[in-house]
């Protein structure tokens, strides 16, 4: 099992940028694919970009390439999403979810474990 707590949310003007966290605990770290979610008010919750903890790879929804970057610091079990650019439709609850295993799926219903989430709002 592994907890996950994120940090960093906050309000930013469009275009601005902003570093939210992920510290992850409990059991072996790399042994997760580790992505960030995010949900705005009435719509569902989306993917947004994963990485794998142990080789490191990276993916990214196709509406933050470019934009967003996810990163990790593996002596803090860390993971990082920063956000450039930013816009108002970035604007949403972030989550940071984990699932075992070395591939990192997309659906959310795939993960097992999830943070409480971090506010993001763009105005």
């Known amino acids: 099992h592994v907890q996950l707590v994120e940090s960093g949310g906050g309000s930013v003007r469009a275009g601005g940028s902003l570093r939210v966290s992920c510290a992850v605990s409990g059991n072996t770290y790399s042994a997760y694919c580790l992505s960030w979610f995010r949900q705005a008010p009435e719509k569902e919750r989306e993917w947004v970009a994963s990485?794998?903890?142990?080789?490191?790879?990276?993916n990214y929804a196709d509406s933050v390439k470019g934009r967003f970057t996810i990163s990790q610091d593996k002596a803090k079990n860390t993971v990082f999403l920063q956000m450039n650019s930013l816009k108002p439709e970035d604007t949403a609850m972030y989550y940071c979810a984990a699932v075992r295993g070395t591939y990192c799926p997309l659906r959310r219903n795939d993960y097992n474990y999830w943070g409480q989430g971090t506010q993001v709002t763009v105005s």
């Open positions: 990485i794998n903890t142990n080789y490191g790879g990276t």
